[in-house]
């Protein structure tokens, strides 16, 4: 092969790798190396002040029976998980079919809907703070003028805190949810709707048997989404929870390991905490995966 | 690529790694006059800093203090690596177990400079020190004190708190009791206010003397929950929610606008609430906070912390600017409005009645059971304590947060075991 050849066909598949490199570089650097690293450092007791003392499972063994943090932290996630992602996911179906009807002025309210995902996480929970305010907010004023004498004390009430940072979460989660549900509302080919009408299908039948279906690939992915967003809480919980003063109620998975690590060095024990959230995130998401296939109707009929 | 190309590549990118091996805030790349001093971003506190690091340079020629300064949610973080890779000259220790990472500054910086560590305020001892060594000096002293408005007082027809005897927890009800002007909560007067009590509580009512056992169930710690539990039931005391809803905020600041605009006649709180209050025209006193019937007073002292870490490359300078810090330094804070540390120059700064009561009840501060980091375990009790102002069983509370604060308690001591075995190696 003449050399001229060879150059160039290295050249050819080397191009590929050199356009790709700030990434894989990146990747490497920032995720894939630290996350091994992570897996490591999970089985030593380590705060930085001293070297790294290999303590095999203890950590693992710490959280499972010494650490009531761990089981709280995982609780107030579990619970948050289990009111968010059902009331997110509903109320976002529910504003993007609002959104998908064709009246004057819609393109406004789908601006206004979206506004709030666009504001900073820490001021909008400043803002919910106040309104959720147990004896002076607007939403317990509204609530004593329906006749409810004593309102939840929403933040100030460990059995509140949590409902209450799922509604702070809903004003900026919702328009968010409603733009992805409105593009998979969309794709939905007016024929299929057309053609069940002929059938004499209403309203109602229409929606389950023509609109969900063709919608589930959208509401696996919300499904998915809204789930790791729920593992993820940190800058609303850590601006309204944290901090001198604050109890155990706001205290999510996240925060609790952001505390080991970085307020109390514990950075071995807080490699273990974020292993078993990694194990407890994929397993989920693992499970929701095998599941699909039941549930999940792509166009092309994969 | 040419060769042209490839000699440039590897130019820009040999530069680039140059430029980012430098990229060090504590680099030590500067000339030995450069000093770096890594500190907590105090806000408004800043300006007295940067003037005392003025005033050390202008007598000090060709020596140069670059200040770096790191909000306090990150500090501890950014500290650890700082302390292990590039260490700066001067630093802010942050918590008991950081102070092993200090140099002590007895000799080097006390004898050395002939400077008695007994003309200070005993915040000096408590906060700095450790096995009977001083690790750190500050500008500034803060305390907590129950500030009253004494024409509420006066109206009321009520002597003033005294400002060198603590009244007790029943005191403090009985008179807020007196001091509550009844009404809607735009319009009420609530008579006392308080921060959470694990900020001005002394320690041995929730702690054995080793500062190792969390205990609660005992009839000081629960009698006071009682005692403020009732002040809330009575309405002689605001709930969280009516401090947050009336002064901004649930905290020492929320109570503090209370007592500004008129809401509160009196409050526990920090000192931070002198230049406020002096800003208006309210007339106020400052009391020590109260304390369990019987028990001497108890002022909760803190300062902000300078000290040389163990890779100070500069100890030398750097100790020679603690000790600027720590006379004339003091001078130059007083001008800020917080009370210096150094006793004689806080008598000075109290150049109004309220503050002179400041420095008195500073001065009734002493050293009490120590723990590594009470705000790092206290959250169960903090709870308990919450949910018991708004009205629920206080002893079972109390049963349930006592075995995991002390779970907590034990995680803290075994990472400040540690630090202090690793400084010990």
Known sequence: MPRAVAVRRVRSRLTPWLFLSPWIIGFLAFTAIPAVLAVGMSFTNWNLRFDPQFVGLDNYAEMLTDDYRFWSSLRITGIYLALSVPIYMALGLAAALLLNQKVWGIRLFRTILFLPSVLSGVAVAVLWLLLLNGDAGAVNSFLRSLGIEHPPQWFDDPNWAVPALVI???????????????????????????????????????????????????????????????????????????GRGSGDSLRFYLIYLWEAAFRDGRLGYASALSIVLFVIGTGLVLLLLRTQGRWVHYEDGN | MNHTRKVALVVGLSVGVLALSGCSPFSSGGSDSDITLLTLDGGEDNLALEEIVDAFEAQNDGVHIEITYVPEDTYPTKLQTALLADAPDIAAPYGADTMLSFEPIDDLVFDAYDLDPGDYNSVLESFCGLNGKLYCLGTTVGNMGLFYNKAMFDAAGLPYPSSSEAMSF????????????DGSDSDKVWGAGADIIQAYLNPEHYLDETGRTVDVLNDGYLGT???????????????????????????????????????????????????????????????????????????PVWTNTFGIPLGSAHKDVAADFLAFM??????????Y?????????????????????????????????????????????????????????????????????????????????????????
């Open chain 1, 168 to 242: 702070t979460g809903l004003w900026t989660v919702l328009g968010n949810g409603a733009i992805i549900y409105l593009a998979g509302l969309q794709n939905i080919s007016p024929t299929l709707y057309e053609a069940a009408a002929i059938d004499g299908a209403g309203a109602w039948t229409r929606f389950r048997s023509v609109t969900i279906p063709l919608l589930t690939p959208t509401l696996f992915f919300m499904l998915l989404t809204t789930i790791i967003a729920g593992f993820q809480v940190f800058d609303t919980a850590f601006t309204i929870g944290t």
């Open chain 2, 225 to 299: 929950v009682e005692t403020l539990a009732g002040m809330v039931a009575a309405g002689t005391f605001p709930s969280s929610g009516q401090t947050l809803s009336v002064g901004g905020s649930d905290d020492g600041l929320g109570l503090q606008t209370m007592f500004l605009e008129g809401k509160l006649a009196m409050f526990v709180g920090d000192n931070y609430a002198v230049d406020s209050i002096e800003a208006t025209d309210i007339q106020y006193g400052l009391a020590p906070v109260p304390v369990v019937a019987g028990d001497d007073p108890w002022v």
């Open chain 2, 326 to 335: 720590a006379t004339e330094g003091q001078t130059i804070q007083a001008q």
């Open chain 2, 337 to 425: 409005g917080q009370m210096p540390l150094l006793t004689s120059v806080a008598e000075t700064w109290a150049d109004t009645e309220g503050r002179q009561q400041l420095v008195e009840v500073s001065k009734l501060a002493h050293p009490g059971i120590f723990n590594p980091n009470i705000w790092a375990w206290n959250a169960p009790l903090i709870d308990a304590y919450k949910a018991a102002l708004r009205g629920e069983p206080i002893l079972p509370l109390h049963e349930d947060a006592q075995p995991k604060a002390q779970q907590a308690n034990d995680t803290t001591w075994e990472t400040f075991d540690q630090a202090v075995a690793a400084a010990g190696d």
């Open chain 2, 170 to 181: 029943d005191d403090f009800a009985a008179l807020a009791a007196q001091l509550t002007a």
